[in-house]
């Protein structure tokens, strides 16, 4: 059993940034590959960042490359969304999600485990 919970979201203004912290559940954490989705009011749940169970290996959507910076700790469960330079663009319900393989997926349907989400609301 896998249980994540996400934490940090808020509401900040444009060009701020904001740490999103998903803390899991699990025995063997150091196991699962993490990522992390979002989704805006009338769209899709949409990929944001992935990160490899050792942490070697990351994956990003294009409009998260520069800005945003997944990482994690496994000796705390926990892995990390970095986000800076927040445009309004990028409010969303941010979820965390998990699976138990050595890839890195980057599509919601692949991962098995889903946090309750945490709300990012930026203003212009």
């Known amino acids: 059993q896998v249980q994540l919970v996400e934490s940090g979201g808020g509401l900040v203004q444009a060009g701020d940034s904001l740490r999103l912290s998903c803390a899991a559940s699990v025995r063997t954490f150091s196991s699962y590959s993490m990522g992390w989705f979002r989704q805006a009011p009338g769209k899709e749940r949409e990929f944001v960042a992935a990160?490899?169970?050792?942490?070697?290996?990351?994956s990003y959507a294009d409009f998260a490359k520069g800005r945003f910076t997944i990482s994690r700790d496994n000796a705390k469960n926990t892995v990390f969304l970095q986000m800076n330079s927040l445009k309004p663009e990028d409010t969303a319900v941010y979820y965390c999600?998990?699976?138990?393989?050595?890839?890195?997926?980057?599509?919601?349907?692949?991962?098995?485990?889903w946090g309750q989400g945490t709300q990012v609301t930026v203003s212009s």
């Open positions: 990160i490899s169970r050792s942490g070697g290996s990351t």
């Open positions: 999600a998990a699976r138990n393989t050595i890839l890195v997926y980057t599509i919601s349907g692949e991962y098995n485990h």
